[in-house]
């Protein structure tokens, strides 16, 4: 969201990380989930003044998609039981952080670390967490 309106504060220091990053054609992971919430969070109108309709949000989700260096990770062997781990060792018993943990746990099988502002991910020890408005 931070990355894609510009209305919030975090953008322009999102928009120079990721303008580096695509410059520098290093490989993103954008999990389709990640991808979904997007496409929900752009089309509420709690969320931003003027939401998307379904079209324009999903043609954001294509711009992303369709980006060189762009992957979508699924998960692979083992996944669940990182997944597991992470649900039972961190008691992640409200609904909410299960699917950051399927995010966290999709990071740690593909041993990439995860980009985001959420502070919340830090809560995981396993998972090297880079935030572009705050690292260098």
Request: neutral net charge; proline residues 7%; glycine residues 4%.
């Amino acid at each position: 969201m931070y990355l894609t309106h510009k209305r919030y504060s975090q953008n322009p220091k999102l928009l120079d990380w990721f303008n580096a990053v695509l410059d520098n054609k290093i490989r993103i992971g954008i999990p389709y989930m990640s991808i979904l919430g997007l496409v929900r969070l752009s089309m509420n109108s709690k969320v931003i003044a003027v939401p998307l309709s379904p079209q324009q949000a999903m043609a954001v989700a294509r711009q992303f998609l369709g980006l060189p260096h762009v992957w979508t990770p699924e998960p692979q062997d083992g996944f669940d039981e990182i997944l597991t781990k992470l649900m039972v060792d961190y008691h992640l018993t409200n609904p909410n952080n299960v699917m950051d943990a399927y995010i966290a746990a999709l990071c740690i099988q593909n041993s990439v670390p995860m980009v985001t502002c959420d502070t919340g991910f830090r809560k995981f020890r396993e998972l090297h967490v880079i935030d572009p408005t705050i690292e260098k």
